[in-house]
């Protein structure tokens, strides 16, 4: 059973669209997590959430919009997109406030072309 | 990331032991991680430290902190083929209660027969 699921694992798509990638965790955690992993594999957060509420917004345009239905889901839309987008997304989740680190999704990559 | 820094590139013979070394800025920070990424793959969390110990060891992993040089390192006995990856550190720092990770670049480690 996959403990953080990611969909799709690859995305292609021209300049100018919009497209979401969907994150599920199965652990029962109350936080998730989006990363962005550059070209030289450079990790940075983007947002948090706990429990359905925004809790991290780090400098990320606002063409990036994250959703969470329930605790559950963290899903990530992103409108007219750049080439600059280009990345592989990751999506992690943890317990509240832990010490034990995130489990991750085994990523997205998304390639504008 | 730019409080975690590591070497970027580590090659080790099969059967030898690697030491993979990074550095924080963060005193404050409580916990400390490395993470496995290998190709393809999301980040899979290794091993972590508490800040107020100074080694802790896990089969063929041991970790080593310096808190007065704000030095940690990772290293792998035994080497194995299967240790190729790249190994990232991170931190998490209290006054960030939500459990953001600051991590490095990366250290690209190559296993060689």
């Known amino acids: 059973d996959t403990a953080v699921s990611q969909t799709p694992k690859y995305l292609v798509t021209q300049m100018g669209n919009d497209k979401s990638i969907k994150c599920e965790q199965n652990l029962g955690h109350d936080t998730m997590y989006w990363y962005k992993q550059d070209s030289k594999k450079f990790l940075k957060i983007m947002f948090s959430y706990n429990n359905k509420e925004l809790i991290i917004n780090e400098t990320v345009p606002n063409r990036f919009s994250p959703k969470s239905p329930d605790k559950a889901h963290l899903n990530l839309h992103i409108n007219s997109l750049e080439l600059g987008d280009s990345a592989v997304y990751f999506c992690?989740?943890?317990?509240?406030?832990?010490?034990?680190?995130?489990?991750f999704g085994s990523g997205t990559r998304l390639t504008v072309v | 990331g730019e409080d975690v820094e590591q070497s970027l590139f580590l090659s080790v013979r099969e059967g030898d032991s690697s030491v993979i070394n990074c550095t924080y800025t963060d005193s404050s920070s409580t916990y400390l991680y490395w993470y496995k990424q290998e190709p393809g793959a999301g980040l899979q969390l290794l091993t972590y430290?508490?800040?107020?110990?100074d080694m802790k060891q896990d089969q063929r992993l041991t970790v080593l902190l310096n808190k007065k040089d704000k030095h940690l390192s990772l290293r792998i006995a035994d080497t194995q083929t299967g240790d190729s990856a790249i190994y990232f550190c991170a931190e998490s720092a209290p006054t960030d209660s939500w459990g953001k990770l600051q991590f490095g670049a990366g250290t690209q480690v190559v296993v060689t027969p």
């Open positions: 430290i508490f800040s107020n110990m």
């Open positions: 992690a989740s943890s317990p509240p406030k832990s010490s034990y680190g995130y489990t």
